[in-house]
């Protein structure tokens, strides 16, 4: 499969919806990507979420820390696995996290430009249920008001497995030409409707299998 890898940019107050399916009722294990480039770092407290299932899986900016993260939340409680990465406005960056509940212990990680940051081992781990909840990108909903991001972003993907650090890596060499589909469970490459800096498509078109497409929010 070949994307071409196109930036598009979420300006304030723009975010995109992505329909609730059953596929990424992910538990169990789950690797969930995108490219970033932060446009404005901000002032706020908590997170910038670049992409998340409605903010119970999300990979973000921790603005107080100040670091690129990987969140999840567990029965009650969430579980944050920080980079060593501060980000800098105006670079892209490839931002992947990942869970795996087959090994012993069970394990997260967070990857930076195809390279394994940190590793957290959370033995009594699973991943809070997400069923019937969105796929957003460019937004935090979990606050009230809302959190839009300022950041331009491209190549979303989700998968159902934890990808290698192998595979992590080949994703980021090949921006976008990599081929990696097994468990893919959705990729929007947000390489429509582009004018200017402004996402201006009506469809922003998934071309995994799945073919769920999301919607300008």
């Given at each position: 499969?070949?994307?071409?890898?196109?930036?598009t940019a979420?300006?304030?107050?723009?975010?995109?919806?992505?329909?609730?399916?059953?596929?990424?009722?992910?538990?169990?294990?789950?690797?969930?990507?995108?490219?970033?480039?932060?446009?404005?770092?901000?002032?706020?407290?908590?997170?910038?979420?670049?992409?998340?299932?409605?903010?119970?899986?999300?990979?973000?900016?921790?603005?107080?820390?100040?670091?690129?993260?990987?969140?999840?939340?567990?029965?009650?409680?969430?579980?944050?696995?920080?980079?060593?990465?501060?980000?800098?406005?105006?670079?892209?960056?490839?931002?992947?996290?990942?869970?795996?509940?087959?090994?012993?212990?069970?394990?997260?990680?967070?990857?930076?430009?195809?390279?394994?940051?940190?590793?957290?081992?959370?033995?009594?781990?699973?991943?809070?249920?997400?069923?019937?909840?969105?796929?957003?990108?460019?937004?935090?909903?979990?606050?009230?008001?809302?959190?839009?991001?300022?950041?331009?972003?491209?190549?979303?993907?989700?998968?159902?497995?934890?990808?290698?650090?192998?595979?992590?890596?080949?994703?980021?060499?090949?921006?976008?030409?990599?081929?990696?589909?097994?468990?893919?469970?959705?990729?929007?490459?947000?390489?429509?409707?582009?004018?200017?800096?402004?996402?201006?498509?009506?469809?922003?078109?998934?071309?995994?299998?799945?073919?769920?497409?999301?919607?300008?929010g």
């Amino acid at each position: 499969m070949a994307v071409k890898l196109n930036k598009t940019a979420l300006t304030e107050l723009d975010y995109i919806k992505i329909p609730s399916a059953t596929q990424y009722d992910l538990t169990t294990a789950i690797s969930m990507m995108c490219w970033v480039k932060i446009n404005t770092k901000g002032v706020a407290v908590g997170q910038y979420t670049f992409v998340s299932r409605n903010d119970f899986i999300s990979i973000q900016h921790d603005i107080p820390a100040d670091v690129l993260q990987f969140a999840y939340n567990y029965t009650t409680t969430w579980r944050t696995i920080q980079s060593t990465t501060t980000p800098t406005a105006g670079v892209w960056y490839h931002l992947v996290g990942t869970f795996d509940k087959s090994g012993t212990p069970f394990t997260g990680a967070v990857y930076v430009n195809g390279v394994q940051s940190t590793t957290s081992n959370n033995p009594t781990d699973t991943i809070q249920s997400t069923a019937g909840q969105t796929l957003n990108i460019g937004v935090k909903v979990s606050v009230s008001p809302v959190t839009f991001v300022q950041a331009s972003i491209a190549d979303v993907r989700l998968y159902n497995r934890a990808l290698s650090a192998n595979e992590i890596s080949t994703v980021y060499a090949c921006q976008g030409h990599d081929g990696i589909v097994s468990g893919l469970v959705g990729r929007w490459p947000l390489n429509e409707g582009i004018d200017g800096a402004t996402a201006v498509s009506a469809t922003f078109y998934d071309v995994s299998d799945y073919k769920n497409n999301g919607a300008k929010g």
